[in-house]
């Protein structure tokens, strides 16, 4: 049975990520930072629909952390098949001027810096393998930009530049790289919104709603699958037609 490890799986779309793949027959590593009821909850629905799955408390910006992700996740699954690098956080409605030093490192070391550890850590298993998949979470904030979402959005950008230049490093190793950029999807990340700023939102998407974590999931789903054997570095708008 193939493995995968979600980093972020605890909650919103890294959740859907894990339940859609369960159900797909794959055993999942379920990677979990703060919410650990959400993960083992997670974890147990898995496994009572007779799928497999494990979750792992992990703190992606932590390169100790994610070695101890990995080295749990083979002792149970053996060598992973995929990585998704999902983990993410944001920090919206600031001005570029207003942000810490804290908050800009913070989210960059998850986003960013956390997506090149995982992807790192998962190579020196994966090579050897020569198959495998990595699918990194961008954001239409990080191929258009996103006023007062600038670290989020650099951060997002910078998903896309590693995942092209990661296909190209491993695709002579089998190994395919390619990331989805999400719209608008409904999760604890866009709570912040306002109703009004959700409907302008829903408005501004041609096709008349915002997303839902599952509509992520289905995209993860195809990428991992040998359907997908031969796209790599491309990134997958996933967005109801928004910002186009
Ligand atoms: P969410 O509901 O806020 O969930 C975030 C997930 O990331 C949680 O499972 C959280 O785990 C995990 N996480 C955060 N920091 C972590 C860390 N340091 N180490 C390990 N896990 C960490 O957000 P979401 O909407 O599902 O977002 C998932 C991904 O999609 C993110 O990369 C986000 O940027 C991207 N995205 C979201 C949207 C959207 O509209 N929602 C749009 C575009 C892209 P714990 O709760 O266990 O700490």
């Given at each position: ?154 951060s997002k950008a910078g998903i896309i530049g590693l995942t092209k230049a990661l296909a190209k490093e491993l695709a002579p190793s089998g190994i395919t790289v390619n990331c989805i950029a999400p719209g608008v999807i409904n999760t604890d990340m866009i709570s ?53």
């Amino acid at each position: 049975m193939r493995s995968i490890i979600v980093t972020g799986g605890s909650r919103g779309i890294g959740s859907a990520i894990s339940a859609t793949l369960a159900k797909a027959g794959y055993a999942i590593v379920i990677n979990y930072n703060n919410s650990a009821e959400k993960a083992f909850e997670l974890c147990k629905e898995i496994q009572e629909q007779g799928g497999k799955a494990i979750a792992i408390q992990g703190d992606v910006s932590k390169t100790a952390d994610i070695k101890k992700i990995f080295e749990q996740a083979y002792k149970n699954f053996g060598t992973p098949y995929a990585l998704i690098n999902n983990a993410g956080i944001a920090l919206q409605n600031s001005l570029i001027q207003d942000i810490s030093d804290k908050q800009l490192e913070a989210v960059i070391s998850t986003n960013l810096i956390g997506a090149i550890k995982c992807s790192r850590e998962a190579t020196r298993y994966m090579v050897s393998e020569h198959c495998g998949r990595i699918i990194n979470i961008s954001s239409i904030w990080g191929e258009v930009g996103a006023s007062c979402e600038v670290v989020y959005s650099a951060s997002k950008a910078g998903i896309i530049g590693l995942t092209k230049a990661l296909a190209k490093e491993l695709a002579p190793s089998g190994i395919t790289v390619n990331c989805i950029a999400p719209g608008v999807i409904n999760t604890d990340m866009i709570s912040c919104y306002t109703q009004e700023d959700i409907e302008v939102l829903r408005n501004e998407t041609p096709l008349g709603r915002i997303g839902t974590p599952n509509d992520i999931a289905s995209a993860v789903e195809f990428l991992i699958s040998d359907k997908s054997s031969f796209i790599t570095a491309q990134v997958l708008g996933v967005n109801g037609g928004f910002g186009i």
